[in-house]
């Protein structure tokens, strides 16, 4: 069964509106990234950050999905 996205937890600068937010690192915006889980996996997906969003050393396009 197709289940819709569910947000486990955002991270970014601004605490207001990220669940893990990492205020000292010029290197992420104030909504960076969140990981997201549908149908028992999980993705990590860039929220349009300045800096993009990497995982092992590739970059994760804005609005799209890295399992």
């Keep these: 069964k197709d ?3 569910q ?5 970014g600068k601004e ?4 669940d893990y937010a990492v205020a000292d690192n010029t290197n992420i915006s104030r909504v ?3 990981i997201t ?3 028992g996996r999980y993705y990590v997906m860039d ?3 300045t ?5 092992n050393g590739r970059i994760i396009k804005a609005g799209a999905g890295k399992t």
């Design 3 to 5: 289940r819709a996205w």
């Design 7 to 11: 947000t486990i937890v955002c991270a």
């Design 15 to 18: 605490s207001g509106k990220s």
């Design 32 to 34: 960076h990234a969140v």
């Design 37 to 39: 889980t549908r149908n």
């Design 47 to 49: 929220q349009n950050s």
């Design 51 to 55: 800096n993009g969003t990497f995982i």
